[in-house]
């Protein structure tokens, strides 16, 4: 018999009652019959391992051009929203800052920085490392960013404690001989007779020996893997002196510092982007376009309404059907708003983080020349904390290295410094690790204290508890949802940034096929 041609009615009459009004508002795009303001056509680069499934037609402003801010507005834009960003500085990006040579960096209640570095380098002064479970790669992949290694622990950089500079081989060496020693000796001596069986003692003593390298009578006198002054070539090297008594090292706090890479969140591998870690920042932009995005708009007023959000800022006002804000918590609760006062007590909860980072521009890499360190980080016990060595560039003439990253007390007291002064004082700590040559051929340095960043201040949020605040703003406020790194478990990663916005958008994404 012959059939009945099929109507685009009766298609999806069908859609709708197999897979429901979802299903049926994706058709509907797919046939160019669903209602969009979206006045461009969306294409997502790659397919993305995140997808907001059907097609909505709802216009949202997004507070804040953020990371969070724009994945938002990405991820909503490939659903079909037409979607305006708001932000208080001049560009985009918030905390994902790479600066250059020629960019200009004003601080509050202080004096504008011009960085000056050379042509080809960079300085990230916000985020500098992604873990490979993060959902930041799946963006870098999706969006087209190539990555390469972030040499996160680096055997050797060096461990500066107590007054006491030495590798982090030769540190870690050392922690590890001495633990091995006492637990391997606690086993010989039968000590845990009630806990192991005799093969299990024998098997644990010798993977103690192997773990610790161990002498025959089981103790720890140093080893090969220490290092060397003079490293084996012709013939076997010099190795260095005898290690310091357990109670120097313990007494100096070594095991503080090397058992950092133990945390799931900084073990290796480690990834940048190439080019400097806004190359994120850049993709997001051109994906949802930068005429979506105002710069220089300080918001003045959020009202959420019936059918609606209005916000308002000095010169102009806008409302859409939905507003996502992606602000800092300490910032957003002082903008005035009508969303009540158990929504500005749980923003005013999260206590805001002082960090600091300078970037040291040097006319010759000296660190990879004399010190043979390729990439990698030295832990320090002083106020600059770390020193940062560049993964990239390798054997280039010139390099920029992190000269010092610290938070809270720390970031506070370089932070109160004017930019010339940072500079003295850390080259005068750093000069305590690598010698004289650390304070030669700096070419021009550039430094940061992220809580006098005018409409961010401070580099990222610590709450006092997981509370009920918390879990109140992981739920909108009337029609204002917020995202941020702050409102996830993953705090100062652009994971968390990114992470918190999908979650808003899937919820506002609900919503509005749920009323359509």
Same mark, same amino acid.
């Given at each position: 018999?012959?059939?009945?041609? @099929? ?6 009459v069908?859609?709708?009652a197999?897979g429901?009004?979802?299903?049926? *508002? ?8 669903a209602?969009s303001?979206q006045?461009k056509?969306?294409?997502?680069p790659?397919q993305?391992d995140f997808t907001?499934r059907?097609?909505g ?9 953020g990371? %969070?801010g ?8 490939k659903?079909? *929203?037409?979607c =305006?960003?708001l932000?208080?500085?001049?560009k985009a990006?918030?905390r994902?800052l790479?600066?250059?040579g020629g960019?200009r960096l004003?601080?509050?209640?202080g004096?504008a ?7 080809g ?7 500098? /490392?992604?873990a490979?479970?993060m959902v930041?790669?799946d963006?870098?992949r ?6 390469? =290694? ?7 950089a060096?461990?500066h404690?107590?007054?006491?500079t030495?590798?982090a081989?030769t540190?870690?060496?050392?922690l ?9 000796k ?5 000590a ?8 299990d003692?024998?098997? @644990?003593?010798?993977f ?19 290092g ?11 190795p260095?002196?005898?290690p310091?008594?357990?109670?120097e ?12 890479d133990?945390?799931?969140d900084?073990a290796?591998p480690?990834f940048q ?5 806004d190359?994120?920042?850049v993709?997001?932009?051109?994906a949802?376009g930068?005429d979506r995005?105002r710069?220089g708009t300080?918001v003045?007023g959020?009202? =959420? ?9 000095d010169?102009?006002?806008?409302k859409?059907d ?5 602000l800092p918590?300490h910032v957003l609760a002082r903008?005035p708003h009508n969303?009540?006062?158990?929504v ?5 909860t999260?206590?805001?983080i002082a960090?600091?980072k300078?970037?040291?521009?040097y006319?010759? /890499?000296?660190?990879?020349?004399e010190d043979?360190?390729?990439g990698?980080?030295?832990?320090t ?8 060595y560049?993964?990239?560039g390798?054997?280039?003439e010139?390099?920029?290295?992190v000269?010092?990253?610290n ?5 506070e007291?370089?932070? %109160? ?5 940072r ?13 004289e040559?650390y304070?030669k ?8 204290a992220?809580?006098?960043?005018p409409?961010i201040?401070?580099?990222?949020v ?9 879990t109140?703003?992981q739920?909108?406020?009337g029609?204002v949802y917020f995202?941020?790194?702050w409102?996830?478990?993953l ?6 940034a990114?992470e918190s %916005? ?15």
């Open positions: 018999m012959e059939r009945a041609a @099929l109507t685009r009615r009766g298609l999806l069908g859609i709708g197999a429901g009004a979802g299903a049926m *508002y994706a058709a509907m795009g797919a046939l160019g019959l209602p303001a006045d056509e969306f294409t997502a790659r993305g907001l059907g097609k037609a709802a216009k949202v402003v997004i507070l804040g051009a990371v %969070a724009l994945t938002a507005a990405y991820e909503l834009g659903a079909g *929203y037409d =305006t960003l932000e208080a500085r001049e990006g918030g994902n790479t600066l250059r960019d004003t601080e509050l209640n004096p920085q011009q960085a000056r570095l050379g042509e380098l960079y300085f990230n002064a916000g985020p500098g /490392r992604i490979p479970w930041t790669l963006y870098c999706e969006l087209g960013v190539p990555i390469e =290694t972030f040499v996160n622990h680096n055997a050797s060096y461990v404690t107590g007054g006491r030495v590798r081989r540190a870690r060496a050392d590890y001989g001495y633990v091995a020693e006492l637990l391997a606690a086993t010989d001596h039968g845990l007779d009630r806990s192991l069986t005799k093969d003692q024998e098997r @644990l003593l010798d103690l020996r192997r773990f610790g390298d161990l002498g025959p009578k089981l103790d720890y006198a140093g080893s090969a893997r220490r060397y002054v003079k490293y084996p070539a012709l013939d076997g090297g010099t260095l002196d005898a310091a008594p357990l109670r090292i313990l007494a100096a706090g070594t095991g503080r510092l090397v058992l950092n133990f945390g799931y900084m290796t480690m982007p190439v080019g400097g870690m190359a994120i920042v993709k997001l932009t051109e949802v930068a995005i710069t300080k003045t959020i009202t =959420t309404l019936a059918d609606g959000v209005e916000v308002v800022w010169g102009g006002s806008i859409a939905y507003c996502v804000a992606a918590p903008i969303l009540g006062a158990q500005t007590a749980a923003l005013r999260p206590v805001p960090a600091g300078i970037g040291l521009e006319g010759r /890499r000296w660190w990879e020349l043979r360190i390729y990698g980080v030295t832990e016990d002083l106020d600059i904390t770390h020193i940062w560049p993964s990239h390798f054997h280039s010139r390099g920029v290295l000269g010092y990253y938070t809270e007390r720390d970031a007291l370089y932070g %109160a410094l004017s930019p010339e002064d500079r003295g004082r850390a080259l005068t700590q750093g000069k305590k690790i690598h010698g040559k304070r051929d700096v070419l021009s340095s550039v430094s940061i992220w809580h006098r960043q409409h201040e401070g580099a990222w610590r709450w006092p508890a997981f509370d009920s605040s918390f109140l703003l739920r909108p406020a029609r995202a941020g790194d409102l996830t478990h705090i100062a990663w652009q994971a968390g990114m %916005a999908r979650a808003a958008v899937t919820l506002l994404h609900q919503r509005v096929l749920q009323s359509a």
